[in-house]
Each structure stands twice: as structure tokens, then as C-alpha cells.
């Protein structure tokens, strides 16, 4: 069965870092997220990216993270300058063509030190 | 106004019992209602979804009950299995706008 891959796992980094979190969503998904959880919170919507741009992001989007996809399957996270607040587990999460029927990739657990 | 609330945080069943998760919400815009199951070291998975226009919505052991008046949804699985351990998310959403999620109940199905 199909499904989003993300690496790392895990990432542990110094606060000021920049992080670049990837995934590979399914192949024939058109519609494409990043979600987050901190540790013992709800799963909170981070951006979402629909033909080879932003088509919504959250407040907690701000001018530190992007996204792109850089070639055909990729799509990355970038956090600049990373706070010690973005510790948390970090979901990608890929549709055939509405946001009902996402399908999340297994995340990655980034530690902000 | 964007919130769905859930309840409980935590809930602990015996095996073949039934496991009961609620959901709030304030938004009358919202028009679907989805649950995700979530184990651990692994990404929500879509478990079972109801829209506005039915009351109930029911796939094997899993059923939800909606009630649109009161702006309230249930989770309920019968016969819970120690496998159904995980945690499980509501979740809503307006249009094709971005799903909102409760904060997660964690379920423990004990023998």
C-alpha cells in the first residue's frame, strides 16, 4: 500500500539552526501538508501546498519556516532559525484531492536544544 | 470558534467493553467529521468520517453518532480489543479548509 515516507525520524539541533524536514508524499497526491504535535497537544495545521504553491498556512507559519518542492516527489519543510519552541513532531500529510482523506507520513521528531 | 474540544484525555476499557470518546464543537460551518486513530511512532491514520445529514455512521466496531443540534460527536467502539489501544483524534472541518483536531484521547484496552 502507498504510502508518505519522512526522514529523519528524529532530529536534534541547536537553537538558531535551520532544519530541512522532508517527505515524499504519494505519488499520484496532488494536495500536500504540514502538520505538528507537541508533545501530549493536538495535531496543529502548519501549511498546505497545492499546485507548486502555499494555498493556506496557519499563525504559526510565520516567516521562519517554507516549503517547496524541489523536484517531482520531494517536498521539504525549512525552519530558518529554529526556537526551542518548535520542538515537537512534525507530519507530512498527502491527498488524492480534498483534504478529507489525508494520509500522514510517520513524522519527525525534531529536539530543539 | 475554530476548536474541537474532546474528552476524556485518557480512558482505560476491558477487553469487549465499549470505548466512548466525545467531541465539541462551535462552528456551524463545519461540515465533516472525521476520527483518526494514531499508534505509537507512527503518523493518524483516517479510522471513520460522518457529515452533517446523517446521525450515525457505522464501519465493524467503529460507530459514530452525530448530533448536530447540540454540536456534539461521539466515538464508539464496541468490543474493544487490546489492538484498538492508541489514540484517537476528532477532528472537523469547513468546506476544504485545513481539518482542525481535539487534542487526542489515549485509550488503553486492558485484558
Known amino acids: 500500500e502507498p504510502e508518505v515516507t519522512q526522514t529523519p525520524s528524529h532530529q536534534v539541533t541547536q537553537m538558531g539552526q535551520e532544519v530541512i524536514l522532508r517527505c515524499v508524499p504519494i505519488s499520484n497526491h496532488l494536495y500536500f501538508y504540514w502538520y505538528r504535535q507537541i508533545l501530549g497537544q493536538k495535531v496543529e495545521f502548519l501549511v498546505s501546498f497545492y499546485n507548486n504553491e502555499i494555498s493556506e498556512k496557519s499563525e504559526i507559519f510565520d516567516d521562519q519556516f517554507s516549503v517547496e518542492r524541489p523536484d517531482g516527489s520531494n517536498f521539504t519543510l525549512k525552519i530558518r532559525s529554529t526556537k526551542l519552541e518548535d520542538s515537537a513532531m512534525y507530519f507530512c500529510a498527502s491527498s488524492p484531492g480534498t483534504a478529507e482523506k489525508l494520509f500522514f507520513g510517520s513524522g519527525t521528531q525534531l529536539s530543539v536544544l | 470558534q475554530q476548536q474541537v474540544k474532546q474528552s476524556p484525555q485518557s480512558l482505560i476499557v476491558q477487553k469487549g467493553g465499549i470505548s466512548i470518546i466525545n467531541c465539541a464543537y462551535e462552528n456551524t460551518a463545519f461540515d465533516y467529521f472525521p476520527w483518526y486513530q494514531q499508534f505509537p511512532g507512527k503518523g493518524p491514520a483516517l479510522l471513520i468520517a460522518i457529515r452533517p445529514d446523517v446521525s450515525e455512521k457505522k464501519e465493524g466496531r467503529f460507530t459514530i453518532s452525530f448530533n448536530k443540534s447540540a454540536k456534539q460527536f461521539s466515538l464508539h467502539i464496541m468490543d474493544s480489543q487490546p489492538g484498538d489501544s492508541a489514540t484517537y483524534f476528532c477532528?472537523?472541518?469547513?468546506?476544504?479548509?485545513?481539518?482542525?483536531f481535539g487534542k487526542g484521547t489515549r485509550l488503553s484496552v486492558i485484558a
Open positions: 477532528a472537523a472541518m469547513a468546506g476544504n479548509t485545513p481539518l482542525v
